[in-house]
């Protein structure tokens, strides 16, 4: 921090600054990230609290009557707090911490890959287990792995999640999104003077930001289906314009050669 005095004051500073520039590249006026991201994330605090049908799949916690009981339940309260770290993410990705928002999007992936698995297994006591974490329900815990679950539900995506899992457990990878300079000669590395817009490390956070919650919009939507039948006016006009706008995202990374092998295998996401 050469010339600078560290600390928060100077993070305050630092974060508005690269909210503003986080606006101008990503804002409406370009890719629209900033937009149809915050329409995304309304999608799904609107159709889990508005628009989802009452059942008694809240009636308890455990104990379903059926496993397609558990899964509503279990999706629901899932969905309620991951749409609020979907917020999060967007806010941190705004003030420029790129890492801090890749740890929290390694919790949404696992959240939507598990999940995924829960219902793709069709087994109450997975279910059951899962839900009742560490504690363990009736003497059982949950013991699947997340690599088996990745590889049942998208094969070669646990690779790209291990890059995350990185970031998170503080190796190197935790400073990949914040190097200012590198010199291969001396191998040594110099850090970001704290929060610094960079376009290429935000496109690392906000493009596995925009499929993630597309992946988890069309998730529920297959959990609650009665939602596209139940919505109003103005949720069914941003509805099906922000659909449209991630739908052309999608075809965008199709179509990029960089990002290409990561899409192909991430799509997986919506498409199993």
Not at 99 to 119: A, D, Q
Not at 248 to 256: D, G, H, L, R, T
Request: neutral net charge; proline residues 1%.
């Amino acid at each position: 921090m050469a010339g600078q005095f560290f600390n928060t004051d100077l993070l305050n500073k630092q974060e508005l600054q690269v909210a503003l520039q986080t606006q101008e590249i990503f804002g409406k006026g370009r890719y629209g990230f900033c937009d149809f991201s915050l329409d995304g994330i309304d999608l799904l605090l609107q159709g889990i609290h508005h628009f989802r049908n009452a059942d008694d799949s809240l009636d308890g916690m455990g104990e379903w009557k059926n496993h397609r009981l558990a899964i509503r339940s279990i999706v629901y309260y899932n969905l309620y707090h991951i749409s609020l770290t979907y917020k999060a993410v967007y806010n941190l990705i705004h003030q420029g911490y790129y890492t801090e928002s890749s740890i929290l999007l390694r919790s949404i992936v696992e959240n939507l890959v598990r999940m995924k698995y829960l219902h793709k297994q069709n087994d109450i006591d997975l279910v059951e287990t899962s839900f009742a974490g560490h504690y363990g329900y009736k003497g059982k815990k949950f013991k699947v792995r997340y690599k088996t679950m990745f590889d049942s539900i998208a094969p070669g995506l646990y690779k790209f999640y291990r890059m995350l899992c990185d970031m998170a457990h503080g190796s190197f990878a935790a400073h990949l999104l914040k190097i200012a300079e590198r010199d291969y000669e001396q191998k040594t590395i110099t850090l970001d003077d704290g929060l610094i817009f960079k376009l290429h490390e935000s496109s690392y956070v906000v493009n596995q930001f925009a499929v993630y919650l597309f992946a988890h919009i069309k998730f529920m939507l297959l959990i609650f289906p009665e939602i596209e039948e139940n919505v109003i006016e103005p949720y069914t006009s941003k509805y099906y314009k922000t659909i449209s706008k991630f739908e052309a995202v999608m075809k965008n990374f199709s179509e990029n050669e960089q990002n290409k092998e990561w899409y192909n295998t991430v799509k997986q996401l919506w498409e199993n």
